[in-house]
Nanobody, 132 residues
Framework: QVELVESGGASVQAGGSLRLSCAAS????????MGWFRQPPGKEREGVAS?????????YYTDSVKGRFTISQDNAKNTVYLQMNSLKPEDSAMYYC????????????????????????WGQGTQVTVSS
């Protein structure tokens, strides 16, 4: 069982930056992924970014945040971060982190999913509000 606690959410102006943190009670090192997701009010949860816990360069992003958000990890602190720059009002949402097993596609290529259903441990979330 992995417990996750998110922090760092706040209200900011458009164009601003935030860094979210996700602290894990036990870091899921072996063949796992950690992901960041967000859910605006009344909308479905969507994947934002994910990272392979055993390989810091193995990262994935949804198109809308590429070039603005960066996911990273500090294994010594059992923590994954989401650096968010150039924030837009449409980035406003509750942000969650989660853990999932790494997947393999039909070609045999390993990857970290951005699909919420692939994740089985979740934090309680941290609110990000971006005003125009």
């Amino acid at each position: 069982q992995v417990e996750l606690v998110e922090s760092g959410g706040a209200s900011v102006q458009a164009g601003g930056s935030l860094r979210l943190s996700c602290a894990a009670s036990v870091y899921p090192y072996i063949n796992n992924c950690m992901g960041w997701f967000r859910q605006p009010p009344g909308k479905e949860r969507e994947g934002v970014a994910s990272i392979y816990t055993s390989g810091g360069a193995d990262t994935y992003y949804t198109d809308s945040v590429k070039g603005r958000f960066t996911i990273s990890q500090d294994n010594a602190k059992n923590t994954v971060y989401l650096q968010m720059n150039s924030l837009k009002p449409e980035d406003s949402a509750m942000y969650y982190c989660a853990v999932a097993p790494r997947r393999r596609d039909f070609r045999g290529v390993n990857y970290c999913s951005l699909t919420p259903d692939a994740y089985n441990y979740w934090g309680q979330g941290t609110q990000v509000t971006v005003s125009s």
